[in-house]
Antibody, heavy 114, light 112 residues
Framework: QVQLKETGPGLVQPTQTLSITCTVS????????MQWVRQTPGKGLEWMGF???????EYNSEFKSRLSISRDTSKNQVFLKMNSLKTEDTGVYYC????????WGQGTLVTVSS | DVVMTQTPPSLSVAIGQSVSISCKSS???????????LHWLLQSPGRSPKRLIY???NLGSGVPDRFSGTGSQKDFTLKISRVEAEDLGVYYC?????????FGGGTKLELK
């Protein structure tokens, strides 16, 4: 069956870079777009961007200058990297399959604090 | 960005009661292919969001038919007939017609 699981660092210091991995099973990354959505106390659910089945990306301009989404299809993994973290970036980060939010990971809590 | 406005922000209901949640968008959600990409999600306490309805009125897999979605253009409604305890949580509408994708602020369904 379809499964998605995020793995993240938990705690990140301000100004540092966040790296999260989403490992999927039950489908191929070359057949589906994969997106990142975060949920913060300040802004609720925010769509961050996605990587298409062909490998190209689309980002929310809110994050564009500091966000990167990539993947390794051989490992069934999608990656989020975001730099210059601020305390307002504290929240739960989800990967989700982009067929109208049909499948979500469990989420990984990221706390930005010194 | 398309702003999604949900009302009410919270609802207090009794089991067995029927309720409706409104979602209004700042722009039409009709895409160039003629389809409307408005979806409804439920986030139960401590859980990831779960998709209930896609493209206005299509029930997701395994979603009971107590849930129904209607609407067009900029005005959409989610109806829950005969609320059950498992329906409690926060409901979100979301649009995938325009970039960036955006979500409503949520409607919290609680027990009376």
């Amino acid at each position: 069956q379809v499964q998605l699981k995020e793995t993240g660092p938990g705690l990140v210091q301000p100004t540092q870079t966040l790296s999260i991995t989403c490992t999927v099973s039950g489908f191929s990354l070359t057949s589906y777009y994969m997106q990142w959505v975060r949920q913060t106390p300040g802004k609720g659910l925010e769509w961050m961007g996605f990587i298409r089945s062909g490998g190209s990306t689309e980002y929310n301009s809110e994050f564009k200058s500091r966000l990167s989404i990539s993947r390794d299809t051989s490992k069934n993994q999608v990656f989020l990297k975001m730099n210059s973290l601020k305390t307002e970036d504290t929240g739960v980060y989800y990967c989700a399959r982009e067929d109208w939010f049909a499948y979500w990971g469990q989420g990984t809590l990221v706390t930005v604090s010194s | 960005d398309v702003v999604m406005t949900q009302t009410p922000p919270s609802l207090s209901v009794a089991i067995g009661q029927s309720v409706s949640i409104s979602c209004k968008s700042s722009q039409s959600l009709v895409y160039s292919d003629g389809k409307t990409y408005l979806h409804w999600l439920l986030q139960s306490p401590g859980r990831s969001p779960k998709r209930l309805i896609y493209q206005v009125s299509n029930l997701g897999s395994g979603v009971p038919d107590r849930f129904s979605g209607t609407g067009s253009q900029k005005d959409f409604t989610l109806k829950i007939s005969r609320v059950e305890a498992e329906d409690l949580g926060v409901y979100y509408c979301a649009q995938t017609t325009h970039f960036p994708r955006t979500f409503g602020g949520g409607t919290k369904l609680e027990l009376k």
